[in-house]
Every structure is written in C-alpha cells, then in structure tokens.
C-alpha cells in the first residue's frame, strides 16, 4: 500500500460498526440480543425462530431490519430506536485515529447500516464527534441498506460524493462490493483478510493504515 494510489481522493467514507471502534467491543453482541427479542415480540415466534430469521434475514437482505419490512411490514422506526438502546461505556475515546482522520484531504462522512442517533453516540463515545462532515444511517437511503447498490447510490448522491474520487472503509467485505464497481478505492478493515477482487486493500489496524496516508 501507498499513499500514491490514494492521492485521487477527496471523500473519505467510513462505516461505523467494528470500523470505527475495535470488533474487541462486541457491541454487536448486544445488539444482536435486541434484534432477537424484538424479532420473537414483533412476529409471535419463539427465541430460537427468531434468531434463525434474525441470521436470516441479515444474510438475505443485507441487514435484519430489511427482512422484517420486505416480509412482514415491520416499521423501521421503532425497532432501530429499540435494538440500538446498548451500552457504550465500555468504548473509550482514539484521539490518535481522530487526528488521523483529520488529516485527510477532503470531505469525511460516516455511512452506517444502524440509524444516525446510535452513530453519534458511538462518535462520541469515541471522540470523534468534530471528525466527520457528515453521518447518514440507513434511514437516509429510505432503508435500503448496504450491501445494495442502491442504497450506496441515494447517500452519496444527497452529500453530492463523487465515488470515484472516493474511498470506503468497511469491515463487511460484501459491503465493498457496490463502491468497488462505482469507481471507489476499497479498504477492508477486519481481523483477518477477505481476497476478493472488490477489496483494494486490508487492514488489521485503521489508525495505523491512514497513518501511511499523510
């Protein structure tokens, strides 16, 4: 990796979840508690139905909550105001990888399959707040959600993004799929790689990654 191949940029698109904190902090262990539980209460169905259709679905759909409208009419609203509801106070604030995003040259956005309110509160969390020009959630791609082409398509066209001066931080590798093919520049960020001819790069460390890149 070089800086070289990242000069172009000039948008800066992060995902939130296990991107922008550690996948150390589980959050999504308690979320996924949540998801089930409104899934057994909103469908009649026992725990374990519902954890199938929780998995389900987020492998189907892209996202649980795509499932439960596609198939059963669930209302957005009230289940991304209830699964997210968790406790961040075990997320400790990264002014190194603030500074970091700081410096990059260009415009900064967050872009989250969760809702806007839970990104700003792990933003805050983190210490990243001022970080970012911008923080849509899935409710600003009226709830099309990643991995949809889409859905990538209604939150750059509403910040006026041009993809291809582009790049796009993820740990999902599927959710690098649709910003590879509108001309992004593509890191994945997780444990271990994923090879995929989407991916561009990967990284096992964020912060030290754009550390490289001013």
Known sequence: ???????????????????????????????????????????????DAANHLR???????????????????????PYLSTVHEIDLSHLSPDPVLASRILALPGRKIVYTNGCEPYARRVLDARGLTRVFDAVY???????????????????????GLSPIEGAMFEDDPRNLAAPHAMGMCTVHVAPDPAPHDHIHHHTTDLSAFLSHLT
């Open 55 to 77: 998995d389900l679905y987020w492998k189907r759909y892209g996202t649980t909550l795509a499932g439960l409208m596609a198939e059963h009419d669930v209302d957005p609203g």
């Open 1 to 47: 990796m070089t800086a070289a191949s990242f000069a172009h940029v000039r948008a800066w698109v992060f995902d939130l979840d296990n991107t922008l904190y550690p996948p150390s902090a589980r959050l999504f262990d308690q979320i996924e508690v949540r998801m089930t539980d409104y899934v057994m209460h909103a469908l009649n169905v026992p725990h």
């Open 137 to 159: 959630g899935v409710e600003h791609a009226n709830f099309l959600p990643k991995p949809q082409q889409a859905a990538f398509e209604a939150i750059f066209a509403l910040d």
